[in-house]
């Protein structure tokens, strides 16, 4: 959840620096730190824990100023939240570094750099990386080309950027695994883990690419990629403004929400899946261990979040082979649960706030699980703060009190808790960088499903006089039908409920007329034709069918029946997040017919701090 942005200028870059700062607070941080060559070409650094404003008050007791540097929001990950380990960091002779990303052999280079006299101030992997720099300029004398020794030996994901005395009108930067953008200026530049923090000076971007180094001086970039051959990057227009932080061209936060999540998802994944592989030092430290020595996964939510555990219940089980509960955590206090030993307690919230989980999460502390793992979109809350171990969703502020992008980025938070608990579990290499593929085509698809706005909003129509409405899904994709229903009940006020398939005979077809839609979630899977069987119990009953389906489900528009075809392709792994957005969209557009407070429902609130 760490950002980065850095400058080289004429003017003073302080303040730019510091705006950049305070647009990625977003991201989740808890410390925060700025490093700039002064007028005199001397390395001057601050830094302190807590809120940016800390940042801005140490500024104001130390004025600084300067035309080159970096900055940067720390969330810890190796070593405490301090000042010691807060960025920037720096090596000798005036070279300052800050990093994003996780460096998996930094025990072994530090040992290796503590041979050869190099002190360590702090308990960080980037400190290694800056003075694994430092030991390459003995030999190349060149920053350049110690940046592209030294992340050669960087095993992890990362981006850096880095500043040095003694070369006072450059910035070298590296990418692998974790985005870092470069802004065009005139006659100066910009760097940026992400466009937003760069929006008020410039909308003139070059993406870095995997591998790349990046030399950015104040009129001019050089880029070289992973080969060492000069690469071309093109130039994009952002379409963001600075105040892409509000509605902007959408009516309703909440769908700008619901168009947010392909970046949303991407930017959960960032950091944490490289080459193939997962990072699974990005849920703490004590990770790895952890999930080796888990036998069982109890899972407890509420809501949205709730939902999410049910699909992910699905896949720990199927892909891990690993007993997997899932309770609401309302429930879970109140029934005194047997812990399985070598139990790990999962807890998903997307404010870290919601009361019913917090003491769920304090009882089960008490009960003797292996360990806690919050899954939450909230850096500084008591959720993640009360976890042993945390995987931060990166949704961004998220203002629609009835959750969208938090939901999918939930989803492959846990799709990243399968993976890890997988490669413990029977998994070899090819196998997780399998789901690891699939995790990283999701922003795409998503993306695409998207298209099908214009169709669902014509679909809602159907909703505007309607009072219930049933959904159904089968396997993974009924808790996607609970969440259906959720939306639609919660913005639109239309009454809905979420049923197995299979249960209909069991009862809801009682309810089943031409006055109550049927909407049903179809992808390609193994329980396909007993979901067909399912709907041909429904149109029997004279019920109006809708079915968001697989183009190679068999499943045809005709009467009673309406058939939306979703993307191709879409594997039982991804289904959940996609067949998600048709969903959510409808529920938006029935709300937008209804006439009712699309981002702000009666009664309800964003964050249940209540029990």
């Known amino acids: 959840m760490c950002g980065i942005v850095g400058a080289v200028a004429e003017r003073n870059i302080v303040p730019v620096l510091m705006e950049g700062l305070r647009r990625l607070e977003y991201r ?81 280079l530090r040992a290796d750099l503590e041979k050869r006299g190099y002190t360590f101030t702090s308990e960080t992997d980037t400190e290694v990386i800056a003075h694994r720099i430092h030991l390459h300029l003995q030999t190349v004398q060149d920053l350049f080309k110690a940046v592209r020794a030294t992340v050669a030996e960087l095993e992890g994901a990362y981006a850096l950027v880095v500043v040095s005395e003694h070369e006072p009108e450059r910035l070298i930067l590296a990418r692998e695994g974790c985005p870092v953008v470069i802004g065009l200026g005139v006659d100066e530049n910009f760097v940026a883990s992400d466009v937003a923090a760069l929006l008020p000076v410039t909308r003139r971007f070059i993406f870095l690419e995997e591998g790349d180094v990046a030399e950015v001086r104040r009129q001019s970039v050089r880029v070289i ?19 892409s932080a509000e509605r902007g061209q959408y009516q309703h936060y909440m769908l700008k929400e619901i168009h947010e999540q392909p970046r949303a998802i991407a930017d959960t994944l960032q950091e944490r899946v490289a080459n193939g592989r997962l990072l699974e030092a990005a849920f703490g430290p004590a990770a790895t261990e952890v999930f080796r020595r888990t036998q069982n996964v109890h899972i407890v939510a509420c809501g949205t979040s709730y939902h999410a555990a049910c699909v992910a219940r699905y896949f720990i089980e199927q892909i891990c082979k690993v007993p997997c509960a ?13 812990v399985p030993a070598n139990s790990l307690f999962v807890t998903i919230s997307q404010s870290g706030e919601t009361a019913d989980t917090l003491a769920a999460l304090r009882l089960a502390k008490q009960s003797g699980y292996l360990s806690s793992l919050s899954i939450c979109n909230v850096p500084e809350s008591s959720l993640v703060r009360e976890s042993e171990l945390v995987m931060l969703t990166r949704a961004g502020p998220e203002i629609g009190v009835a959750s969208t992008k938090a939901f999918t ?35 795409g698809m998503v993306e695409k499903t998207l298209q099908l706005d214009p169709v669902v909003h014509r679909l809602a129509e159907r909703f505007a006089d309607k009072h ?50 049927v909407v049903t979630v179809a992808p390609n899977n193994d329980l396909l034709e007993k979901l067909k069987s399912n709907l041909q119990e429904v149109r029997a009953r004279g019920g109006e069918l809708i079915v968001f389906a697989d183009p190679e489900s068999g499943i045809q528009s005709s009467d009673g029946v309406t ?38 429902p009666r009664n309800l609130a964003k964050s249940v701090t209540v029990e």
């Open 563 to 600: 058939v939306i075809e979703m993307p191709r392709h879409v594997t039982y792994f991804q289904a959940p997040v996609v067949y998600t957005i048709p969903l959510q969209l409808l529920a938006y557009h029935a709300a937008i017919l209804k006439g009712t407070d699309v981002d702000q």
């Open 468 to 517: 219930h409405a049933l959904f159904l899904g089968r396997g993974a994709l009924f808790p996607i039908a609970m969440e259906g229903a959720l939306k639609l009940k919660e913005i639109s006020y239309i009454h809905a409920e979420a049923y197995p398939a299979g249960e209909l005979k069991h009862g809801p077809l009682a309810l089943v007329d031409g006055d109550m839609p």
């Open 28 to 108: 989740g941080y808890d410390s925060a730190g700025i490093a700039v060559l002064n007028g005199s070409r001397h390395l001057t650094r601050l830094r302190t824990v807590g809120k940016v404003r800390m940042l801005d008050e140490a500024l104001a007791h130390t004025p600084t100023t300067g035309q080159i540097g970096i900055a940067h929001t720390r969330w810890a990950t190796h070593g405490v939240p301090s000042e010691r380990n807060a960025h920037p960091h720096i090596s000798r002779d005036g070279l300052a570094i800050v990093h994003n990303g996780i460096i998996e052999n930094h025990e072994e």
């Open 225 to 243: 990629d992973r080969e060492g051959n000069t690469a071309e990057r093109p130039v994009r227009e952002s379409e963001l403004s600075a105040e």
């Open 326 to 338: 899932v309770d609401i955590a309302s429930e879970y206090r109140y029934r005194n649960p047997l």
């Open 409 to 443: 980025t939930q989803l492959a938070a846990l799709g990243m808790l399968v993976v890890a608990l997988a490669k413990h579990h029977g998994a070899d290499a090819e196998r997780e960088r399998g789901l690891v593929t699939r995790l990283i085509e999701l922003p």
